[in-house]
T-cell receptor, first 117, second 115 residues
């Protein structure tokens, strides 16, 4: 079974600064997807960024980018120019490409990000 | 532009009560999921369904059951609610086929308190 670990329960960053959230995972598969989700106080889960394991290039979405290290099974999220609206719980998630349960997500524990003005 | 709805945002029930949590999606998706969210544990999969009347256990199915009579509706049932089922419950539904990197659409969550 796959597992996802986020070792930072809480992080804080000053507005306009850069912060990196860590995520490691364990799997025996070679083809899979990784995601970062954001959950603001409204509780609505929002997809921030996705990475396909067979792509070596790191995904980017505006101020959000990832550092995907497949051999190390590491998938960190970098938020540049942090904004107050970035404050939220962030979840790292894994998704296999195989089988009828291939669309289920396995989540990490979450990292609560605080952005200080 | 609402895609996944849940019947209640907040729910308070008594120990031993039968509880129904409803989830409806308007996207004609085959797959639907129920997760439970607890502090320090992230989201854990309770049950999922990949077709009408089809269901599979997730990682923590004990104490729960599900029903999917229609494609758009997926219900989570607590047969006899207990205090350790106090939690946030999230319904999700991904588009497309298994194996595609499509995002999952989540409902707004139901915060259930069992007294």
């Amino acid at each position: 079974a796959q597992t996802v670990t986020q070792s930072q329960p809480e992080m804080s960053v000053q507005e306009a600064e850069t912060v990196t959230l860590s995520c490691t995972y364990d799997t025996s598969e070679s083809d899979y997807y990784l995601f970062w989700y954001k959950q603001p106080p409204s509780r609505q889960m929002i997809l921030v960024i996705r990475q396909e394991a067979y792509k070596q290039q790191n995904a980017t979405e505006n101020r959000f980018s990832v550092n995907f290290q497949k051999a190390a099974k590491s998938f960190s999220l970098k938020i540049s120019d942090s904004q107050l609206g970035d404050a939220a719980m962030y979840f790292c998630a894994y998704r296999t490409r195989q089988g009828t349960s291939g669309s289920r997500l396995t989540f990490g524990e979450g990292t609560q990000l605080t952005v200080n003005p | 532009d609402v895609k996944v709805t849940q019947s209640s945002r907040y729910l308070v029930k008594r120990t031993g009560e039968k509880v129904f949590l409803e989830c409806v999606q308007d996207m004609d998706h085959e797959n639907m999921f129920w997760y439970r969210q607890d502090p320090g544990l992230g989201l854990r999969l309770i049950y999922f369904s990949y077709d009408v009347k089809m269901k599979e256990k997730g990682d923590i199915p004990e104490g729960y059951s599900v029903s999917r009579e229609k494609k758009e509706r997926f219900s989570l049932i607590l047969e006899s609610a207990s205090t350790n089922q106090t939690s946030m419950y999230l319904c999700a539904s991904p588009p497309g086929l298994a194996g595609k990197a499509d995002t999952q659409y989540f409902g707004p969550g139901t915060r259930l308190t069992v007294l």
